[in-house]
């Protein structure tokens, strides 16, 4: 069968993986280009939230390139996301594509129903049982190597010297990481990423901002969505910590795993969790950054995204009681790279001169 | 005796007289705040956040009406009512389930809010459990709670009654609480309509610019998926390969498909609101679920803060113009 997914960051590297390892054809999904966005917006429903959108154009382009199945993830709501697959499959069907779109419910809702689709993946593609866990295995260590390499990446880049080192080398370390073939090989190329990374050119004098990012989990993990912000502010000279990473949650060594359970922490500001989506998180987590010492946050979410939304209607008591600035900003098919720059450089020039401020106010405090 | 405010939007339209007869029971003063009007809308835009839809906004702009005339509002946090959906897990939108905590962050001097968790799905008697916990609060007996909770019950089988028989929620609570009379109805209908949306869209004249009395002068016989009965609607639940995730949604999907089997439904109007996040799936499944049942004519309107009533005139007539054009050509 031509398998294709949705892409989502650089976990499509390992997702083409394992298509092709459980004897399927993969048709990788391109980045999501402008291209992309126009079929999406003139095909997905208005209100849709950017991520559908993204979603649909992905979706009609694979089907141009001939993909016959879409694998993709369910959900149980009140996000909407758990619903994306019925209407693009309405819209697929409405547009005669013969693409067949078929979703992964979480398990704990409907376990049977998630083992039926997984062994009718695996037949179809004639793979014994051990192969195939084998598979979905090497793919796991994939991701988790490609989220290592990615975090590394973001912590350096405000120190490079070289503007676009530290993004060219990220970009070999995937290179090297998508020709790896077993647990061996990954972690070898993990290990030859890293270094790659580490032995960029670096001004360690430096004392960058330190920035959080929160939201929604497409426009967080997808840069081609959210305008490369984090390789954006890297290259301002500000560190950043993002939120949510595809094995976050094995994770120990993220701020977000740190505290336990994030919802226990946003209580006292919203009396109901989960609200949908990361709506909840993306209020804990601005408290979690706060106390961390972060200098500032910001929130990415998709217009109209429902529960970004609620948690943006609260962020500003977060931001009173904690002392935490937070730019919210809501994507949609007309913002602008140019105008997510300029919203990105206000923010840092007033983190900037907050610093310079409170280390001012230090001194006084010390001569008195 | 404290005074209890209620806002006239949101889940107002369909659950008002159990809440207004069980306070009452309990010798409370319930307020209800009038019927929006431009001041409301100004205030509920000013304090909400600016990325809300509007029935949100509104809600802002109601409680802001009542919060220097009562002593407690009463916004329930409303997580389920049933246990329905594939999965068992069918909530409200998440704006409802964050309202309390969007009302009482964003807006300054407000009195108490009641914000019990009202979460049906637990159990058969997690109803009572909510009004005790609401008498509890306002410091009454169990029994007497009891008692409230039970005539309550009544008026709200009652309230299911009257709406079965064709009567919009405002209609049915004047008949309830204040001794009004049944409208008379259209004798001959040109044309039968079904208007499908949420309450707080559908009901709220003022914000739909007042699609009801316009459907009622052109002498059009309006049905809303609230005069259907649960079990009609839920069977409609198989058709779909998911149900929604949101209670209201599951409603007007259910209900708009089951008007689209009926032979005499003319058309369906689905009243949206600008950048609603469940009705931007709603919407579009309608649409394409209205061109599989025989090209039942759809009209969608989304209403906004700037929506005029001469805009929504000038489509409603036309689509009205186009139902007799082609109930005339065939």
């Known amino acids: 069968m031509k398998i294709s997914f949705p892409h989502m960051g650089y976990s499509y590297l390992a997702l083409k993986w394992l298509v092709e390892n459980t004897g399927h054809e993969c048709i990788v999904p391109p980045e999501p280009s402008s291209r992309t966005l126009d079929l999406g917006v003139r095909h997905a429903p208005e209100f849709a939230c950017i991520p559908f959108k993204i979603l649909m154009g992905t979706y009609l382009e694979v089907a141009e390139k001939g993909a016959e199945v879409i694998l993709t993830s369910g959900g149980m709501g009140p996000c909407r996301a758990g619903l994306y697959w019925v209407m693009h499959q309405y819209i697929l069907d409405e547009l005669n594509t013969g693409v067949k779109v078929v979703a992964f419910e979480p398990p704990l809702c409907d376990l049977k129903d998630f083992i039926k689709k997984l062994r009718w993946v695996r037949k179809t593609g004639g793979l014994s049982v051990k192969e195939f866990v084998q598979a979905i295995r090497i793919t796991w260590e994939k991701i988790k190597a490609i989220d290592e390499v990615e975090m590394l990446s973001h912590e350096i880049r405000p120190y490079e010297t070289n503007r676009g080192e530290t993004t060219r080398r990220l970009w070999q370390a995937l290179e090297m990481l998508d020709a790896a073939n077993n647990e061996a090989e990954i972690k070898d190329a993990m290990q030859e990423g890293l270094k790659l990374l580490q032995e960029v050119s670096q001004d360690h004098s430096r004392n960058p901002l330190k920035i959080g990012i929160i939201g929604e989990i497409y426009v967080v993990l997808e840069p081609a969505a959210n305008h490369y912000i984090q390789i954006m502010l890297g290259e301002m000279g500000v560190q950043t910590d993002r939120s949510i990473y595809l094995t976050s949650y094995t994770r120990k060594n993220t701020i977000v795993n740190l505290e336990g359970d994030i919802f226990e922490v946003a209580k006292p500001y919203l009396g109901e969790a989960p609200i949908g989506g990361h709506g909840a998180n993306s209020i804990g987590e601005t408290i979690l950054y706060a106390r961390h010492g972060f200098d500032g946050v910001v929130q990415l979410a998709p217009f109209a995204c429902i529960p970004e939304i609620v948690a943006k209607s609260i962020i500003p008591t977060v931001t009173k009681d904690y002392g935490i600035p937070v730019l919210t900003l809501f994507i949609d098919e007309q913002t602008g790279k140019a105008g997510v720059q300029t919203r990105l450089e206000a923010f840092v020039d007033l983190l900037e001169k907050r610093r310079e401020v409170k280390a001012k106010r230090g001194i006084e405090r010390l001569v008195i | ?330």
């Open chain 2, 1 to 330: 005796m404290s005074k209890i405010g209620i806002p006239r939007t949101l889940a107002y339209f369909i659950y008002f007289p159990f809440w207004k007869t069980f306070f009452e029971e309990l010798n409370q003063e319930v307020i209800v705040s009038s019927p929006t009007t431009r001041d409301i809308l100004d205030d509920g835009v000013r304090e909400a956040v600016n990325d809300a839809c509007i029935p949100i906004k509104l809600y802002h702009g109601h409680v802001a009406e009542l919060a220097s005339k009562v002593d407690y509002i009463f916004c329930p946090r409303l997580v389920s009512v049933r246990k329905h959906g594939d999965f068992g897990t069918e909530t409200f939108c998440p704006k409802f389930l964050g309202l309390p905590d969007m009302v009482r962050l964003a807006m300054d001097n407000l009195p108490e809010i009641i914000d019990v968790r009202v979460d049906l799905k637990q159990g058969k008697d997690e109803l009572l459990n909510v009004c005790y916990q609401v008498g509890d609060l306002l410091g009454k007996p169990e029994v007497e709670i009891k008692g409230a909770y039970q005539r309550a019950l009544l008026i709200q089988k009652r309230f299911k009654k009257l709406l079965s028989q064709n009567m919009m929620p405002e209609e049915a609570i004047d008949i309830l609480f204040a001794n009004g009379e049944r409208k008379s109805l259209l004798s001959r209908p040109d044309l039968q309509i079904a208007v499908i949306g949420y309450p707080y869209a559908i009901y709220d004249d003022y914000i739909n610019g007042r699609i009801l009395s316009l459907l009622e002068k052109e002498n059009v016989k309006v049905y809303t998926q609230d005069m259907l009965s649960d079990k009609m609607m839920n069977r409609q639940a198989r058709n779909l390969p998911k149900s929604m995730f949101w209670y209201f949604s599951n409603r007007a999907v259910y209900g708009a498909l089951h008007f689209m089997q009926q032979k005499n439904i003319d058309g369906i109007i689905h009243i949206t609101a600008f950048a609603c996040g469940p009705d931007s799936i709603v919407d579009r499944l309608l649409e394409i679920e209205s061109r599989r049942h025989g090209q039942i004519p759809y009209l969608s309107i989304a209403v906004d803060e700037h929506t005029g009533d001469a805009g929504v005139r000038t489509r409603v007539e036309a689509f009205l113009d186009m139902l007799r054009f082609r109930r005339d050509k065939s």
